[in-house]
């Protein structure tokens, strides 16, 4: 397949490569969570026999703009016993790495930031920071839910990124690349294919690691009311509100890279394909979100070390076995017998759940 | 051996959810969407009849928050009661409608109206002339089922005629 | 050879968080106070208290009639059965007899509000899983369903103020019943996609399985009543046991859980929901024509005595103390509210659990603050 791809150096000078890249991923990620929270909520809405926001401008494209007007004009209150340089520090450490993912994402052939041939261990590596500045968030803010919500941030980055990584490793030994442009190259065959249960494990430590439902136990508003978010008010909680949906975006943006072959389809210009993949998976995020309930924090970890770790690990031994002893075979082939080793593994993993634990004598 | 807990339960939340993007939502836009309200509705004021109010402070009695002053003194020309002052602070009032079951004369009514927010307390004060019957104060058919009858028909959620929605 | 093992001990200060008074999931104003270890909860305090206003008292200057609005606003979640409870008890005091259509047109609007109450309580409860919003959504769109009916019959949405002493203060319109037997035909099916939405949902299941349990010997001895006695296994229900209204004419089933958890208390209220439906068929089937208020003074002065009306509401016995020394207001006005007394238990079932559970094992419960502090 014929593939148009840019120069790496597109449009000829570092620089400029550089300069224009930059400023379209500032603007890409800034629209795309805009757009994003209102897609969320009127997908929201319409899951819940209702309309969402409708007001402001056509079909009420507008309320995200609107609400960041109103968050940026709204006091900013510090909790009088709080860390003041901390609280004050969070949301840009929290916002920062999220930015930062989109430099090694490709949006088209070429179309990328800088091309690292380490691509996909750079986001791993990076994605984790934002724990540390929702960590800092809540410990700063002097408050009791806060430093509850920061703990399970903590809890939950540190158990759910051994999984993640481990299902990655299954993409990178198919694609014999660490880079994000040579991943999606790979894929003739996208590697939701091969890698069904790679791209399950990798779907539910990505939830977890960006809380969303149903692993939101550091925002669970029904517990411990906004989590690290509780003491924040204004453009600083603007600002972890936006991390927070740039998360998303970028988890979306990876698992549309690492598992649905990128900005790769027939038809449509290569952008609008990422663009649709992307969106995608964010609907099925919502989706996710409208439907289920949340776990607890124990039940949470239980699912990362007693599922999805050992599965990760079956995973990758199994991957690697395929492609060391059947390198000759067409991938074809694999795809059916995936999708079994998936369904047998998931239905013999679900034996390990049992229900009622949990309790503590005290 | 039987399988359970993999997944089934939420696979079948998830198409519950899912097909609720092709069902009308059932909200409506307030402003500009209407829905006819209950003919029997307890609205935000209470109409006065001044003909047939005999004075017999019955409505007053029956109010138990007292929102209903009422006094009374005799006409010695024409040997009946005539109604002084007859006022209701709706600010006190909780719309029970017990006054209006009270009256023995159909000289009291709830009204039909429901939007009478006011920016001042004062403003709530219903005097003489704001308990009038009046083709913008309509009277509600709570407890007078002939009026309610000339009422437009309710509105219902399980009719279905919740009325065409915009803004989608 | 002994060798010991020496035990590291880490002294660790207990964690008070205060849960409320102002929370998303306390259902109104009510205060836990929790000593945490980790996120298990050593202790828990509740704090009452927070919306009294008097009631009782208020209620004892007030006529026998003016005093049924004041009990609309105890469980705001179920007028009708304060109601209908508060108007049992005056009935027994004074020894008036209620015309037959308006027993009938009581059990229809008993019954319609349990399945109104259940479904905040169901919704409500799913919602403090973390289902976000999505089962209460659905849910309220069928008690707006029931509030249209209570709306066309009485006008009000929220505090009916429909049941009078010997009676209903007016009749069902004509247009009540085809509107009523039209939602009990659709309401199955509602019911049917809520229990497809979570009933077997496995995240669902892990929360509330095996948590909170209420064991029933504890159930008994706090006098618990309602769902959550039903739930761990007691089959009292006070419309079978001591039979008020016309309910000796139904039949219907008492569902019972067994483990006396969280999901069995879930599972009690959505059976009860089928159950009532069932009641209500069978109700507009019998339902008379005649009188809906028996001829009852306007002050009622009911002899000097004392009695004791009681329902099943929907959150448990319902019960109304009512002292008469002979004049037109009560000398004394007791409410039995179930919720409060359901909440004894509270901290017995939380002891141990994550805070997590915490929060589910209360909404499981099924309060309504109004009738807690009164």
């Not at chain 1, 309309?51 to 056509?58: C, I, S």
């Not at chain 3, 929370?23 to 270890?37: A, I, K, W």
């Not at chain 3, 208390?265 to 009860?272: A, K, L, P």
Request: hydrophobic share 50%; charged share 20%; with cysteine.
């Amino acid at each position: 397949m014929a593939m148009q791809m840019l120069p790496p150096d597109w449009p000829g000078n570092f620089w400029a490569h550089w300069a224009i890249f930059a400023v379209a991923i500032l603007v890409f990620v800034l629209l795309m969570v805009m757009v994003f929270i209102w897609f969320e909520r009127r997908a929201l809405a319409v899951m819940q026999a209702r309309l969402g926001p409708n007001r402001a401008g056509p079909f009420g494209l507008f309320q995200s703009a609107a609400d960041a007007l109103k968050l940026l004009i709204k006091e900013d209150i510090v909790p009088a016993k709080g860390d003041k340089l901390v609280h004050w520090l969070a949301p840009v450490v929290a916002f920062v790495p999220v930015v930062l993912i989109f430099a090694v994402v490709p949006f088209w052939g070429g179309a990328i930031l800088a091309d690292l041939n380490i691509g996909i261990l750079y986001i791993v590596a990076i994605s984790s920071v934002t724990a540390v500045g929702i960590f800092m968030a809540g410990w700063s803010s002097n408050n009791k839910y806060s430093t509850l919500g920061a703990m399970r941030q903590v809890a939950s980055v540190v158990s759910y990124e051994i999984p993640v990584v481990l299902s990655v490793v299954g993409v990178v030994l198919l694609a014999g690349s660490l880079s994000m442009q040579q991943i999606v190259a790979a894929q003739d065959i996208p590697f939701i294919l091969l890698q069904p249960l790679g791209f399950l494990l990798f779907f539910c430590g990505a939830l977890a690691e960006i809380n969303r439902a149903p692993f939101d136990l550091t925002e669970a508003d029904s517990e411990i009311v906004a989590g690290f978010f509780t003491e924040y008010s204004g453009m600083k909680f603007g600002l972890l509100f936006l991390a927070e949906y740039g998360e998303a975006l970028a988890i979306s943006a990876i698992v549309t890279t690492l598992f649905l072959g990128g900005w790769r389809g027939p038809l449509l210009p290569p952008f609008l394909w990422f663009l649709l993949k992307v969106g995608l998976v964010f609907f099925v995020i919502v989706w996710i979100r409208a439907t289920v309930p949340r776990l607890r924090i124990d039940q949470l970890m239980a699912l990362a070390w007693k599922f999805l770790f050992p599965l990760a690990l079956l995973n990758l031994l199994i991957t690697a076995a395929e492609i060391l002893f059947w390198p000759a075979v067409s991938l074809w082939v694999f795809v059916p017998i995936n999708f079994a080793v998936m369904i047998i593994l998931v239905l013999l993993w679900s034996k390990f759940f049992k229900l009622g634990w949990g309790k503590v004598e005290v | 051996m039987k399988f359970e807990r993999y997944g089934l339960g939420i696979a079948k939340g998830l198409s519950v959810t899912i097909r609720h993007l092709l069902r009308r939502p059932i909200t409506t836009q307030y402003p500009e969407q209407r829905l006819n309200v209950s003919r029997r509705i307890r609205g935000n004021e209470l109409i006065w009849n001044k003909d047939k109010c005999t004075g017999c402070g019955t409505c007053a009695k029956a109010c138990h928050i007292g929102a209903i002053h009422i006094s009374t003194s005799t006409n010695l020309v024409d040997n009946k009661y005539e109604v002084q002052k007859y006022e209701v602070d709706t600010g006190y009032c909780i719309f029970c409608g017990l006054c209006v079951e009270a009256c023995p004369f159909e000289a009291l009514f709830l009204s039909y109206d429901y939007e009478c927010a006011r920016y001042r307390r004062n403003d709530l004060f219903q005097d003489r002339e704001k308990m009038v019957e009046t083709s913008e104060r309509k009277v509600s058919g709570y407890f007078y089922p002939g009026r309610a009858a000339k009422l437009p028909r309710q509105s219902l959620l399980v009719d279905n005629d919740r009325g065409k929605r915009n803004g989608r | 050879m002994a060798t010991s093992t020496k035990e590291i001990v880490i002294n660790t200060e207990p964690f008070v968080v205060n849960i409320g008074p102002a929370h998303p999931s306390t259902h109104g104003v009510f205060r836990m106070r929790t000593t945490l270890d980790g996120e298990v909860i050593v202790d828990m305090e509740p704090v009452f208290g927070y919306l009294h206003r008097g009631l009782e008292k208020l209620a004892e200057e007030r006529t026998y009639t003016q005093v049924i609005p004041l009990t609309d606003r105890l469980d705001y979640l179920a007028s009708m059965s304060n109601n209908l409870a508060y108007c049992l008890a005056v009935e027994k005091l004074a020894g008036i007899a209620v015309p037959e259509r308006a027993e009938y047109i009581r059990v229809i609007m008993a019954e319609l509000q349990r399945v109104a109450s259940h479904l905040i309580a169901v919704g409500a409860f799913l919602n403090d899983c973390g289902a976000f919003m999505t089962p209460i959504l659905y849910m309220l769109r069928e008690r707006e369903r029931i509030l249209d009916l209570f709306d066309m019959v009485c006008g009000q949405r929220l505090t009916y103020n429909y049941m009078r002493v010997g009676g209903v203060s007016q009749d069902v319109p004509d247009e009540f019943i085809p509107a009523l037997k039209k939602f009990l035909k659709e309401m199955p099916g509602w019911i049917d996609e809520y229990e497809r939405l979570l009933k077997e949902n496995e995240i669902l299941l892990a929360r509330s399985k095996g948590v909170g349990i209420l064991s029933r010997g504890l159930a008994i001895n706090i006098g618990a009543s309602g769902p959550v006695l039903r739930a761990s296994g007691v089959p009292w229900d006070i419309r079978r046991a001591d039979p008020y209204s016309v309910y000796d004419r139904f039949e219907f089933d008492i569902p019972v859980g067994l483990a006396g958890d969280c999901y069995d208390r879930y599972r009690v209220r959505v059976e009860e929901m089928r159950q009532s439906l069932r009641i209500l068929r069978q109700a507009i089937k019998g339902l008379p024509r005649g009188q809906v208020r028996s001829e009852v003074p306007h002050l009622i002065r009911p002899p000097i005595g004392e009695a004791y009306g009681h329902l099943e509401g929907p959150r448990g016995e319902l019960g109304f103390y009512l002292v008469s020394d002979g004049s037109i207001a009560p000398y004394r006005f007791h409410v039995r509210a179930p919720t409060f007394i359901n909440l004894t238990a509270l901290a017995d079932m939380m002891r141990g659990w994550k805070i997590a559970d915490a929060i589910l094992i209360f909404g499981s419960i099924d309060i309504c603050m109004g009738e807690v502090d009164r």
